[in-house]
């Protein structure tokens, strides 16, 4: 049902997150096309413990596998979030933005990434650890592929193990790896729908 891809991630990177790392200030400073000012300030509201670490993080490793841009959540929320909302229905066919209605109810993917050029886009997931989809999710997601036509990214997370004689690279110098498949990421990302990929 969904396409599933794993993201490795370094701890120091996920506590320089919070508050006093302000790591999402750095960023949103490297990635203008996939934050804005109202990611920031959410991640400021939650920085104590990183929350929104790990949509940053899917974000990050998705663009750097496609190119695509990015609207961290809410961009269904036509009233509170206009700009978001525009681009999402601009590119979503009729059948998707009556599921996914502008009052945020059922509320969406945590990310809709889009190409540059508006010609393609798609939905993905973040979960952490052993986090599952909720009842919510997994009533809504099957809806939504079926509009769509396309299956859901779902980004999971797992640790990266540093060796003592070894530094961590940081999340924008890290290599992109597939775990099946010929075809580099960048292109099967929006191609190969069933194959398990994974992001280091």
Not at 8 to 36: E, I, K, N, V
Request: glycine share 6%; charged share 25%.
């Amino acid at each position: 049902m969904y396409d599933y891809l794993t993201v490795t991630y370094d701890a120091a990177d996920r506590r320089s997150f919070c508050r006093h790392g302000g790591l999402w200030l750095d960023w949103a400073r490297r990635y203008p096309g996939l934050f804005d000012q109202s990611d920031v300030d959410r991640a400021a509201n939650q920085a104590p413990n990183g929350f929104h670490y790990h949509e940053w993080l899917a974000a990050i490793r998705l663009h750097e596998a496609t190119g695509y841009h990015c609207l961290l959540a809410k961009y269904q929320f036509q009233k509170k979030h206009p700009e978001k909302f525009s681009i999402f229905s601009k590119l979503v066919p009729e059948p998707v933005r009556v599921l996914l209605r502008p009052n945020g109810r059922p509320q969406g993917p945590d990310l809709f990434m889009y190409a540059p050029s508006l010609d393609d886009w798609f939905f993905a997931e973040a979960k952490r650890g052993g986090e599952r989809l909720t009842p919510s999710q997994t009533a809504l997601f099957p809806l939504l592929e079926a509009a769509w036509g396309q299956e859901i990214r779902v980004v999971r997370f797992k640790k990266q193990i540093i060796k003592s004689n070894e530094s961590s690279a940081g999340p924008h110098n890290n290599a992109l790896e597939q775990t099946a498949g010929s075809h580099s990421l960048a292109a099967a990302a929006h191609r190969d729908r069933s194959a398990d990929w994974s992001i280091s």
